[in-house]
Each structure stands twice: as C-alpha cells, then as structure tokens.
C-alpha cells in the first residue's frame, strides 16, 4: 500500500501563488508516477498535472500550463504543484494520487492511490 498526505492548502486571493505538498510513504517504489487532480464542488474531478518518479517527465492540463508546475523530491518522496497567477476557476480540493502503471492516463481510473485531499479557495 501507498499512503498519501496533502498539505499546503488554504485561502488565496486571485492572481496569488499557493504551493501544495504530497508526502508519499510505504511501498512507494511501486509507484511509477505522481498526478494532481481536483474536483469543484458539483464537478467531476479533474486531471491538473503529473510527473514521473524516476526521469521527472511532467504533463499538464491546458487550463494550467504556464501556471502551474509539478516538481518532486525524490529523497523525500515528495511531490509539489506550485500554482501561480491563481484564478476564481482554480478553486477546489486538490488530491494528489500515485499510480504504478507505466503508461500513465490522466484521468482519475488511471491512478490507484489518493489522499485526502487538500481545499484550496481562491477569492477576488
């Protein structure tokens, strides 16, 4: 099993930076790739970015790029979404989730471990 925490979460005005944090533990070597996801209240949840464990190859969602930017640590089995020039449509709670498959679907079926998620708010 993959035990992932989210932190970094909170209240931020439009066009503020916030960065988030997922702490991974147990049998993270399985895991191949790291992804963001959100989800709005009343909405789906949404696939915003990922990165692979060992080369750090990245993917984002077209709502994100150029303002978004997944990095990790591989020491410290960490993840981060540093968002910038946030906006109203950014609001939501941001899960991070860990899949070991090696072809990487960005959508929420494709991954096989969540955290808890972590609430965002972004205000005008």
């Known amino acids: 099993q993959v035990q992932l925490v989210e932190s970094g979460g909170g209240s931020v005005q439009a066009g503020g930076s916030l960065r988030l944090s997922c702490a991974a533990s147990?049998?993270?070597?399985?895991?191949?790739?790291m992804g963001w996801f959100r989800q709005a209240p009343g909405q789906e949840r949404e696939f915003v970015a990922s990165?692979?464990?060992?080369?750090?190859?990245?993917y984002y969602a077209d709502f994100v790029k150029g303002r978004f930017s997944v990095s990790r640590d591989n020491a410290k089995n960490t993840v981060y979404l540093q968002m910038n020039s946030v906006n109203l449509e950014d609001t939501g709670v941001y899960y991070c989730?860990?899949?070991?498959?090696?072809?990487?679907?960005?959508?929420?079926?494709?991954?096989?471990?969540w955290g808890q998620g972590t609430q965002v708010t972004v205000s005008s």
């Open positions: 989730a860990a899949t070991g498959r090696l072809i990487v679907r960005h959508v929420p079926a494709g991954y096989d471990y």
């Open positions: 147990g049998r993270t070597f399985s895991t191949y790739a």
């Open positions: 990165i692979t464990w060992r080369v750090g190859s990245t």
